[in-house]
């Protein structure tokens, strides 16, 4: 069973920035795609950044130029780096890892963006 623990969240100020980090106990992200995902209060999970297996990568439009999401096969983890955080960034943040039909979650680490 794999799993995905997620580091890195906290409290920033608007401007500020964070590094989130997705580990996997095992060497998965090489073989799988891999994402991550937010989710606001009241609102739907939504996806913020998307690396494939050959290393593409797309981001939503929102943070687009602020966030990058990359990918260390030799330490199984896949990091997002956020800069210029906004308060509309806020949410729980979550990573996933799609293994051919099997998609695992790590758990969510919560950004708060406040003054």
């Known amino acids: 069973q794999v799993q995905l623990v997620v580091s890195g969240g906290g409290l920033v100020q608007p401007g500020g920035h964070l590094r989130l980090s997705c580990a996997a106990s095992?060497?998965?992200?090489?073989?799988?795609?891999s994402g991550w995902y937010r989710q606001a209060p009241g609102k739907e999970r939504e996806l913020v950044a998307r690396?494939?297996?050959?290393?593409?990568?797309n981001y939503a439009d929102s943070v687009k130029g602020r966030f990058t999401i990359s990918r260390d096969n030799a330490k199984n983890t896949v990091y997002l780096q956020m800069n210029s955080l906004k308060p509309e960034d806020t949410a729980v943040y979550y990573c996933n890892a799609v293994f051919g039909a099997t998609i695992y979650w790590g758990q969510g680490t919560q950004v708060t963006v406040s003054s």
């Open positions: 690396i494939t297996i050959g290393g593409s990568t």
């Open positions: 095992g060497s998965i992200f090489s073989l799988a795609n």
